[in-house]
T-cell receptor, first 114, second 110 residues
């Protein structure tokens, strides 16, 4: 069973540009979550999609957006990049087991903003 | 707002020693998960506990969920260099949202 695939793995952008990251969840998983991970702030929840609908949203500015397609693949977009957006962006697909939301993460997309 | 405090933030010990990592909150969680993350990779689920007082063992790792479901601990016996990584706890909140601890960076020296 293939895991969660994130592309690209690494990318470098300059301030003011925009970026789109892609995530393919585990086959059959309909929920996809996105997280930002930085050394200083830890793992910060961005948003969660389920069956093409945003189900939950974290406390990030509107520059951060996402969507989910009918095949459960998801993309997130960050517009007008700032230096502080440099981070590892993680995608996770999930399922409910014994009442717990169990996540399987991808390897992440490492974004550097210059 | 639900918060999870993890301690210690950083731990460096010799191979063969024992260690315990803690995850504490004033809030009750429906479940508690532990993940391990290695450099360049995403976190990988180690265990999920859902019952207060529950203890689960995974080889040399022992996980405990507090009776009141507000805290959890991860104990590693006879640590090995392969245990090195970032350990994250996550509590199950309302609507299946996860509340994350800040992580414990563990280094096991040979």
């Amino acid at each position: 069973k293939a895991g969660v695939t994130q592309t690209p793995r690494y990318l470098i952008k300059t301030r003011g540009q925009q970026v789109t990251l892609s995530c393919s969840p585990i086959s059959g998983h309909r929920s996809v979550s996105w997280y930002q991970q930085t050394p200083g702030q830890g793992l910060q929840f961005l948003f969660e999609y389920f069956s093409e609908t945003q189900r939950n949203k974290g406390n990030f500015p509107g520059r951060f957006s996402g969507r989910q397609f009918s095949n459960s693949r998801s993309e997130m977009n960050v517009s007008t990049l700032e230096l502080g957006d440099s981070a590892l962006y993680l995608c996770a697909s999930s399922f409910i087991s014994s009442g717990a939301n169990v996540l399987t993460f991808g390897a992440g997309s490492r974004l550097t903003v210059l | 707002t639900q918060l999870l405090e993890q301690s210690p933030q950083f731990l460096s010990i010799q191979e063969g020693e024992n260690l315990t990592v803690y995850c504490n909150s004033s809030s009750v969680f429906s479940s508690l998960q532990w993940y391990r993350q290695e450099p360049g990779e995403g976190p990988v689920l180690l265990v999920t506990v859902v019952t207060g007082g529950e203890v689960k063992k995974l080889k040399r790792l022992t996980f405990q969920f507090g009776d009141a479901r507000k805290d959890s601990s991860l104990h590693i016996t006879a640590a090995q260099t392969g245990d090195t990584g970032l350990y994250l706890c996550a509590g199950g909140g309302s609507n299946y949202q996860l509340i994350w601890g800040a992580g414990t960076k563990l280094i096991i020296k040979p």
